[in-house]
């Protein structure tokens, strides 16, 4: 067993380390000197799956589903709630989402804060939308089952299922005093990630960005193009519910409202920092009004964060959820994938995002009392130059 062990051992730290050789190929006496420690730091693990396969009384223990529990549990031990392993059937999921725009489930955007299954926020005209899912919900059960201990991708591939088919989700909601239990049923989510409309008897552009997808930079532009040829007072962008998403499309998005300077700086873990500027444009420099609240994380926080310090237009709702890390997608061999977070990102004056958010220039609640969209009613008043301070 022992000589099994050994071989077992080196073939796989070979492979574990495959990048480091590569980038490294030259001798470098610290370089080895890090490889021998990882070397010997790496012994147990293996040591743990040998006896595993020759000890355990269940035969049929597969070497994959080792693994795959062992990366979930590095994972883990991150402390990061946005840092995670996708199974293969969930990557293919997940890049549908992205890149199709399209699958069956909820449309519902989730992470684990403090050890809670908690809501980002719905997808705007989804399943969870409909159902009053709000952002910052926690959901406690799902079908009855707790969610104490899950991972986003166990829950994920729970939501995610066949049109149709009826889910359960109890949630904690900070204003109740007693759980909610839901039934959702699945359908085809479709993200539209931008729409368009005139209001006000077409004095204002009201554009609603639902994601940050690779169709988004691209819808965004079609749309000012044609605002060009109208005699507008305003724009509003709307934010709220919009969970994020790509950080080149937060560029792209930004950039179509500032004409230069710098969008989002990123701070990688070796303190590396990258600047990344506007892409610039040719449209005209209409007031601007951008919408928020819990549910504008990331991708949108970057948007909202950059057109607040450059002044470019005025931020109007809540404050945002405050997810200021950037992921990174690396793809394993068996199509599987982990999302780690590399980098952190902070807006053009430096300010920090993560765990904090953004706040409006105008702090404007909804209630759930309220008939009528106030947040959306303030900035038309302040477009059209009303007072909206007035009681």
Do not use: W
Not at 37 to 49: D, K, R, T
Not at 185 to 213: C, H, M, P, Q
């Amino acid at each position: 067993m022992k000589k099994n062990l050994k071989i077992v051992y080196y073939l796989c730290v070979v492979l574990l380390l495959a990048g480091i050789f590569l980038v490294a190929p030259v001798y470098n006496k610290d370089v080895n000197s890090q490889n021998d420690s990882v070397f010997n730091e790496l012994e147990p693990f293996f040591e743990a799956i040998s006896i595993i396969r020759s000890e355990f009384i269940n035969k049929d223990v597969k070497v994959d589903q080792l693994v795959q529990g062992a990366i979930k549990g590095m994972i883990s031990e991150l402390d990061d709630p946005y840092s995670r392993y996708v199974d293969p059937l969930s990557f293919q999921r997940e890049q549908e989402d992205f890149f199709i725009g399209h699958f069956d489930g909820l449309g519902i955007e989730i992470t684990i804060v403090n050890e809670k299954l908690t809501v980002i926020s719905p997808i705007e005209d989804t399943p969870a939308d409909k159902a009053g899912i709000k952002a910052g919900d926690i959901i406690v059960e799902i079908d009855g089952e707790t969610t104490k201990g899950i991972t986003l991708d166990e829950v994920l591939n729970i939501l995610r299922g066949e049109k149709g088919t009826p889910v359960t989700i109890t949630i904690e909601r900070e204003d109740e005093e007693e759980f909610l239990e839901i039934e959702i049923i699945r359908d085809t989510i479709t993200v539209e990630a931008v729409k368009e409309e005139l209001i006000e008897n077409d004095k204002i552009g009201y554009i609603r960005i639902s994601r940050f997808n690779v169709n988004t930079g691209p819808g965004l532009k079609k749309v000012l193009d044609d605002y060009e040829k109208l005699s507008l007072e305003g724009i509003i962008v709307d934010l709220r519910n919009n969970p994020g998403g790509l950080l080149e499309s937060a560029i792209e998005v930004a950039s179509e409202f500032i004409k230069e300077g710098d969008i989002v700086r990123i701070k990688s873990g070796n303190n590396i920092i990258r600047f990344y500027e506007s892409y610039g444009n040719n449209n005209p420099s209409l007031p601007l009004v951008v919408l928020v609240n819990m549910g504008s994380a990331s991708a949108s926080e970057i948007v909202a964060g950059a057109i607040q310090d450059l002044n470019r237009g005025t931020i109007i709702g809540e404050n945002t959820f405050g997810k200021g890390l950037v992921q990174q997608v690396y793809s394993l061999s068996d199509d599987s994938a982990v999302i780690v977070s590399t980098s952190e990102y902070y807006t053009p004056n430096g300010r920090v995002i993560n765990g904090i958010g953004i706040e409006p220039d105008i702090i404007v609640q909804i209630d759930k009392d309220d008939e009528e969209d106030v947040q959306l009613k303030t900035a038309i008043d302040l477009l059209l130059g009303k007072d909206i301070f007035k009681e």
